[in-house]
Nanobody
Framework: QVQLVESGGGLVQAGGSLRLSCAAS????????MGWFRKAPGKEREFVSS????????NYATSVKGRFTISADNAKNTVYLQMHSPKPEDTAVYYC?????????????????WGQGTQVTVSS
C-alpha cells in the first residue's frame, strides 16, 4: 500500500516553468515504478511520463518529450515532473500514479495507486 500526494500545480505562463511533486508514504518508495498522467476537460486521461523502479529508464509522451523531465528522489520518497516551456494545451489535472511493476507503462490500468491530482493551468 502506498499513498500519493501531488503538489506544485498552479497558474503558469506559456514558456515558463513549473515543477510538480508527488510525495509517497506507506510502502518503501523504491518498490514502485511511477508515472504521471493528466486529464483535460472533455478529454480522456492520457499518459505523460513514467520512471522505472530504481530510475533506470524513463518514458515520455510525444507531446511533452523534450519539454518535461521526470525524476525521483528515493531519499525523499518523491517523484517530480519538471515542466519546461509549457503550452496552453498542457492545461489539465495532473495525477501521480504508482505500479508494482518494474517498468511503468503508458496505460492507466497498469497502475495500482493514484494521487488526488493537482491542477495546472497554462496561460497564453
Amino acid at each position: 500500500q502506498v499513498q500519493l500526494v501531488e503538489s506544485g500545480g498552479g497558474l503558469v505562463q506559456a514558456g515558463g516553468s513549473l515543477r510538480l511533486s508527488c510525495a509517497a508514504s506507506g510502502r518503501t518508495f523504491s518498490y514502485f515504478a511511477m508515472g504521471w498522467f493528466r486529464k483535460a476537460p472533455g478529454k480522456e486521461r492520457e499518459f505523460v511520463s513514467s520512471i522505472s523502479r530504481g530510475g533506470l529508464s524513463t518514458n515520455y509522451a510525444t507531446s511533452v518529450k523534450g519539454r518535461f523531465t521526470i525524476s525521483a528522489d528515493n531519499a525523499k520518497n518523491t517523484v517530480y515532473l519538471q515542466m519546461h516551456s509549457p503550452k496552453p494545451e498542457d492545461t489539465a489535472v495532473y495525477y501521480c500514479a504508482a505500479t508494482t511493476a518494474t517498468f511503468a507503462g503508458i496505460r492507466f490500468n497498469e497502475y495500482n495507486y493514484w494521487g488526488q491530482g493537482t491542477q495546472v493551468t497554462v496561460s497564453s
